[in-house]
């Protein structure tokens, strides 16, 4: 009978220590947005802005013809190249070419 009691007041003694036990603590993460973490940005710095003049219209027209003449020659909508802009090669054109066409419209014919 002992024994019992002996059994019964360890089982409580250990859930009550179980129970009152302070709760897990959960590891520090560093915190996203604050300004002591490791700066997650590259240490390379952007594109430097070029210092040389912007290129003459004439030698943009021809240098952006070249690629508008690719784009006309990889179309496969069958129409014809004085109706279709330049502009609309998007996909061979270079942002630079892209924006020259958009600023002085062209249509693909006057390319050739």
């Not at 002992?2 to 009550?16: D, F, N, P, Q």
């Not at 915190?31 to 710095?45: F, K, L």
């Not at 210092?51 to 004439?58: D, F, I, L, Q």
Request: aromatic share 2%; net charge negative; proline share 11%.
């Amino acid at each position: 009978m002992i024994s019992k009691c002996i059994a019964a007041l360890t089982v409580s003694l250990l859930v009550s220590l179980v129970a009152c036990a302070p709760p897990p603590k959960q590891a520090d993460v560093p915190e996203v947005q604050s300004e002591g973490g490791e700066d997650m940005a590259p240490t390379e710095s952007g594109a430097e802005p070029t210092t040389g003049a912007a290129p003459a219209p004439e030698e943009m027209r021809t240098k952006c013809c070249v690629e508008c003449k690719a784009g006309l020659a990889k179309d496969r909508t069958g129409a014809a190249p004085d109706t279709i802009p330049c502009a609309d090669y998007t996909d061979t054109l270079s942002p630079w070419c892209l924006e020259h066409f958009r600023a002085n419209p062209l249509m693909a014919s006057k390319c050739e």
